[in-house]
């Protein structure tokens, strides 16, 4: 992954059985670059990775958070002097995790100021909307800053993934 993935992972217990980040049975991670065709980037490198873990079924909702993320983070997360990030710092970094019941989508971004929510009640406007998608389409999102060596911080949403072999409830 490239990152310290206990870090990262912290604040994923609400309410659900802790995660172990030793367990991740799959992680995937790429550099985006500072630029807005980064997006289509993070699509396809989710689709593919989707694929490869056959969970191309949970496509549509995973890459419209993995967009509006990856969006924020362009917008709101890079200023004139965090845009140039070195080659050894990527400006942008999508993380795409998995456990057996669980999926996690998290992108690091160099500025420390907390994503927010914006209520907005004008369903037509333009912009405004990206974490009130991540809220909708994912079963629970957060941010937390980074510690130690990497600055900046990350934004994560997760979606709970029905257990291998387990029947679907009738209703």
Known sequence: MGTNGSTMLEPLRQGLPPLDPAAVSDAASCALPARYEAVREARRFTRRTLDQWDMGERFDDVCLVVSELVTNAL???LTADTSCAGPHEPA????????????VCAVRDPSHD???????DDFSAESGRGLFLVDSFSDSWGWHP????????????????????????AE
Not at 92 to 103: F, G, K, Q
Not at 151 to 156: A, F, L, N
């Open 146 to 169: 980074m510690a130690g060596a990497l600055s900046g911080k990350v934004v994560w949403a997760l979606f709970r993934l029905p257990r291998t072999g387990a029947r679907p409830h």
């Open 114 to 120: 907390s994503p927010v929510a914006r209520e907005t």
């Open 92 to 103: 942008v970094r999508l993380h795409l995790m998995r456990w057996t019941e669980r999926l």
């Open 75 to 77: 917008r709101h997360g």
